[in-house]
């Protein structure tokens, strides 16, 4: 239910459920799922030569692919963004 505020309760009173000041719903209690921007980017997929990979981009940009060529080496590839 929204809050109405001719209700004659402050909208503080209205989100803390009626519960005194530093009790009941807080800032430390309503979290959220992290959104599609925050989470990291991640891309798999096979390469031309036929071996596989997997790219990853995280929330602060760095890119991280890890690649296993077809004779079953395993790459790594960063780039750090600064």
């Known amino acids: ?15 803390r459920d ?6 009941g719903r807080t800032a430390d209690v309503v979290v959220g799922e992290r959104t599609w ?3 990291d980017q991640v891309e798999e997929g096979r390469t031309e030569e036929g071996g596989r990979y997997k790219a990853v981009r995280d929330q602060n ?6 690649e296993t060529r077809p004779s079953g080496e395993l790459r790594q590839h960063v780039q750090i963004n600064l």
């Open 37 to 39: 921007a925050t989470r």
């Open 61 to 66: 940009g760095h890119h991280v692919i890890e």
């Open 18 to 23: 009626g519960a005194p000041l530093g009790e």
């Open 1 to 15: 239910m929204p809050w109405d505020p001719s209700s004659g309760q402050t909208f503080g009173e209205w989100m």
